[in-house]
């Protein structure tokens, strides 16, 4: 580097000229795409991934303040392609399998055994031959599945429900693992590489570091946050998440010529893939059991979460023989891990109140890794639930961290309890500045701040719901953020957060945001100036309305203004009949616009009733005009159905396994016939189809006396 370029270098970003920049900008370029190179074509990295990081996060400020130097050649340009607005679906060529789990030993020799009598009855295989699985670590990621045509990355595809995924193609091209031109010979011309995207532990602590440092959310785990990160609208978010990939699988591969799933292994390598080295050819049963139990032993020290150990018969042939029931192979398994555990010493419970005013006591635990992650908060669910375990301040406990929950309390160590221990007292008094009455709820398990709106800590923490992914998702604005702004009173109601944009300078005088940040903030936020009807919904936050029951809404009424007008009209109907409406026939006459509401699937009389009891509060409705008219809320195309259609307003389900059809053709068969499938048995179901091996959907049918068909009668039915 030259001295002028090393002075550059050393330079903030808002202190440099335009010209400086120009010249920061190409080196910049040009270094990342060096390390590029090295990366996918020579497989020989120089510096490591945070540094790596730290080149493109730089070059990213450059443009950030100087747009004018984006170009077409840009590394930012390259790898995160114009954000889209929604995924769109991928069909899977071949479906996406999952495995069976066997969880004890005697599992894995049922497994054994399948095998190999499904062997002999399907091939020639002697009593004695052996059967060599392939053994590798199961990588606690979330699968994808990516296209190559002629050795050229096209679409790459989340699982979905195995048959169609999404379209994450933008996003996945940001992850270095994922080579985008295949090298070596004898790649098939038409080929689906399969595998898990991770993120490795470290980087999930980094990001969740930077994440609090940032005023967001923690992540729970690594591979929520991988899931999460890969799912990202703008591929430039994905690109600043440190995710990794490793190949294990295929779908489609025209044409194949490996005829073993170890050689496939190897061939994937030369091809330019990563692929997990805790991997091994096992000849007998009892290699197998000593590979499982040397990775387990490894565990603890892996730089990523694995769950198990996944064995596949080793030859093709025979995995072809083998075949598959619903959706997983008999050739293969997962042999799983117990969850993993750590003790430490429980210094403090501490009480925490939710966006509705329920009090949680939450552990706060000395700090300890658990397998890798470092763990320092855990939940505590409730009173009884202390009463339960028996867990008294001082105590060290047991916490157990399985792949995708917040960490457990499992109870506390006898031997090693202190003389001096101080049994929690739930508080009588909420530890909001109004100090309310905690009242009790649901025989005495939920305890709530009697606060209501008027309550700070509720009001904050609907602030921060509604800025949440599942909502608004306002990046940059996060927990910490709500609430200083909340405290210094630059935030009161969501509506507030679109009136932001005009506090620009009072915003820039706070601590810790400059030009750079305020502006991107204020760009997150017109961002979201436009917003689906079921985002709207759920981010309100109405008591006992979460995601999937805010899309059923927006189905229903399509519209943001017919929505909130119905709500008014069935919360005032239901005002004039105060009496319990306790059965469904009293339920019907309250009123048109109730009646309306209460028949949504998954809705009913409490739902129902929750919502009348939101609606009538004078202030919530002021609130919610409020943050309308600073929106743009996107309509929701309904589904028209035809008058005559013969399954109009049945709802259906789907159980067990359909063998002339898939789930989903069966699901779209249905719905253009006019009805609605739901997962859900109820009352209001009209028609369940009860595929091979139903279970307790197929029982729930028939003990509510709801009409059932076959798969050869629905077939008839459905044309
Ligand atoms: S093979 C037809 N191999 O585990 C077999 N899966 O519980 C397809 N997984 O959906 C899967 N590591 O997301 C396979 N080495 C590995 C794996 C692995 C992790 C995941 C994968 C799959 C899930 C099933």
């Known amino acids: 580097m030259s001295r002028a370029a090393k002075v550059v270098a050393a330079l903030g970003i808002d202190e440099m000229t335009e010209r ?24 020989d ?31 930012t340009q390259r790898v995160a392609p114009t954000p889209t607005t929604a995924f769109a679906k991928v069909r899977h060529a071949r479906p996406m399998l999952s495995l069976d789990n066997a969880f004890s030993d005697e599992e894995l020799q049922g497994f054994f055994d399948r095998v190999r009598r499904g062997l002999e009855r399907e091939t020639d295989l002697r009593p004695d031959a052996e059967i060599a699985l392939s053994c590798e670590a199961k ?47 004898g790649v098939p011309k038409a080929f689906d590489v399969r595998g898990e995207v991770y993120m490795e532990r470290k980087a999930f602590e980094e990001l969740n570091a930077r994440q609090v440092a940032a005023g967001e959310k923690a992540y729970v785990n690594p591979r929520n946050t991988a899931a999460g990160s890969l799912r990202q609208l703008d591929p430039e978010i994905t690109a600043s998440r440190p995710l990794r990939f490793f190949a ?76 598959f029931v619903s959706r997983a192979p008999r050739w293969a398994i997962a042999h799983k891990f117990p969850a993993e555990q750590a003790r430490t010493r429980l210094k403090d419970i501490l009480i925490q109140v939710g966006r509705t005013g329920a009090l949680t006591p939450v552990a706060d635990l000395e700090p300890v890794n658990v397998g890798g992650v470092v763990v320092a908060r855990a939940s505590l669910h409730n009173a009884d639930e202390i009463e339960r375990l028996d867990v008294r301040v001082g105590d060290m406990v047991t916490i157990q961290r399985a792949g995708d929950v917040i960490p457990q309390i499992l109870g506390f160590v006898p031997e090693e309890r202190p003389k001096k221990t101080r049994k929690f007292q739930f508080p009588t008094h909420c530890p909001c500045p109004l100090k309310t009455k905690v009242q009790s709820e649901e025989g005495g398990v939920v305890r709530r701040c009697s606060g209501g709106l008027e309550c700070p ?44 944009p005009k506090k620009v300078d009072e915003i820039k005088k706070r601590e810790g945001w400059g030009d750079l940040s305020v502006r991107n903030l204020i760009a997150a936020i017109e961002q979201r100036r436009t917003i689906s009807l079921d985002r709207f919904i759920n981010a309100i936050g109405i008591p006992l309305i979460g995601e999937a029951t805010a899309k059923l809404l927006a189905q229903e009424y399509g519209d943001v203004d017919a929505w909130l007008a119905e709500m008014l009209a069935a919360a005032k109907e239901r005002k004039k009949k105060p009496d319990e409406v306790k059965k469904e026939k009293a339920a019907d006459e309250v009123g048109a616009s109730y009646g309306r509401l ?21 202030h919530t409705v002021d609130i919610i005009k409020d943050l309308r008219k600073q929106l743009t809320v996107e309509a929701v195309t309904r589904r028209v159905v035809a008058a005559d259609a013969p399954l109009k307003d049945k709802i259906v389900v789907f159980t067990g396994e359909l063998s002339s059809m898939t789930r989903d053709a069966a699901k779209a068969r249905a719905e253009e016939l006019g009805a609605k499938v739901t997962d859900s048995v109820s009352k209001k179901t009209s028609l369940v189809v009860v595929g091979e091996n139903a279970g307790s959907k197929a029982r729930k049918a028939s003990e509510l006396g709801i009409q059932t068909l076959t798969e050869e009668e629905w077939v008839k039915l459905s044309g």
């Not at 120089?46 to 170009?71: C, H, M, N, T, W």
């Not at 933008?170 to 985008?180: S, V, Y």
């Open 20 to 43: 400086q920049a120009r010249a920061e900008h190409k080196r910049l370029a040009d270094e990342i795409a060096h390390h590029d190179k090295l990366y996918h074509e020579k497989d």
């Open 139 to 185: 990588i606690d990621g979330l699968s994808i599945s990516l296209h190559y045509e002629d050795g050229e990355f096209t679409v790459g595809a989340t699982r979905g429900d195995g048959t169609t995924g999404e379209d994450v193609t933008a996003n996945l091209k940001t992850i270095r693992d994922i080579p985008h031109k295949l090298k070596g010979r």
């Open 248 to 323: 294990y699988a295929w779908g489609e591969a025209e044409p194949r010529s490996w005829k073993t799933h170890s050689e496939y292994l190897k061939l994937l390598k030369d091809w330019g893939f990563k692929v997990n080295p805790l991997s091994k050819l096992c000849r007998t049963p009892d290699q197998v059991r000593a590979f499982y139990r040397k990775i387990g032993a490894e565990r603890p020290s892996l730089p990523y979460d694995i769950d198990g150990v996944v064995y596949k018969v080793d030859r093709i042939d025979w995995q072809e023989r083998l075949g």
């Open 45 to 75: 990295p120089e510096i490591s991934d945070a540094a790596y990081d730290r080149l493109r996060q730089r070059l990213k400020g450059v443009e950030g303040r100087f747009p004018q130097l984006v170009d077409m050649f840009s590394p």
């Open 598 to 618: 209460y028949n949504i699937e998954q809705i009913g009389v409490t739902t129902a009733d929750a919502m009348c009891a939101f609606f009538s509060e004078g």
């Open 457 to 500: 800590f509720q009001q904050v923490e609907r602030l921060r719901y509604f800025v949440s992914r599942n909502c608004f998702d306002i990046e940059g604005l996060g927990g910490t953020h709500i609430e200083n702004f909340f405290n210094d009173g630059l935030l009161k109601v969501p509506g507030d957060i679109f009136r932001l």
